[in-house]
Antibody
């Protein structure tokens, strides 16, 4: 079964560091980009960035550039999202998702076909 | 960034109803539009990609249409398991922005 398994919920204080994980299984981990998506309480989905585990090519949304670091370790089929100094505004559910490429009428499209269940990060003093 | 605007933000419907959700892009995204379904406590689920292609295993009561800047998701004969929040997402350029979501509630 193709799946992404995310690490468990975290409760942290402002200023602390954190690294959460997303482990892929059931497919060739190095063949697909992995995306990270934020959902703040009561809000919608926000695309944070993507990484290709094969070469760690990483792209960030301008809104998240410099705020988080996305990395991957393909020896353990795992992608990571980390913060060096958490803020209360980082409180959110964080999802990882696999980026699948589809070919329709000779054109290429991409979408998130497999998602993790999310990691809830709570930052509070 | 391309802005994606969904309407309505929420709606109430009954089992068996047909409904349509609209998504508008701030610039042309051709056919690069995805739709996802999200229920509380679960992972979002891909419904439609390339504006109108059903993802694997998605029931045929879901359909998508549109191109350029205007897109729709239609659910014909709403089922109890369809009550959820629906998001559109453009896959034309980075960042791959989402709409703000449309919550479909039971009337």
């Amino acid at each position: 079964e193709v799946q992404l398994v995310q690490s468990g919920a975290e409760v942290k204080k402002p200023g602390e560091s954190l690294k959460i994980s997303c482990k892929g299984s059931g497919y060739f981990f190095t063949s697909y980009w992995i995306a990270w998506v934020r959902q703040r309480p009561g809000k919608g989905l926000e695309w944070m960035g993507i990484i290709h585990p094969l070469d760690s090519d990483t792209r960030y949304s301008p809104s998240f550039q410099g705020q988080v670091t996305i990395s991957a370790d393909n020896s353990i089929n795992t992608a990571f999202l980390q913060w060096s100094r958490l803020k209360a505004s980082d409180t959110a559910m964080y999802y990882c998702a696999r980026v699948e490429e589809f070919h329709v009428l000779f054109e290429k499209f991409d979408a998130f076909d497999i998602w993790g269940l999310g990691t809830m990060v709570t930052v509070s003093s | 960034d391309i802005q994606m605007t969904q309407s309505p933000s929420s709606l109430s419907a009954s089992v068996g109803d047909s409904l349509t959700i609209t998504c508008r892009a701030s610039q042309s995204i051709k056919y690069n539009l995805n739709w996802y379904q999200h229920k509380p406590g679960t992972a979002p689920k891909l419904l439609i990609y390339a504006a109108s292609t059903l993802a694997s295993g998605v029931p045929s009561r879901f359909s998508g249409s549109g191109s350029g800047t205007d897109f729709t998701l239609t659910i014909s004969s709403l089922q109890p398991e369809d009550f959820a929040t629906y998001y559109c997402q453009q896959s034309y350029s980075s960042p791959r922005t989402f709409g703000q979501g449309t919550k479909v509630e039971i009337k």
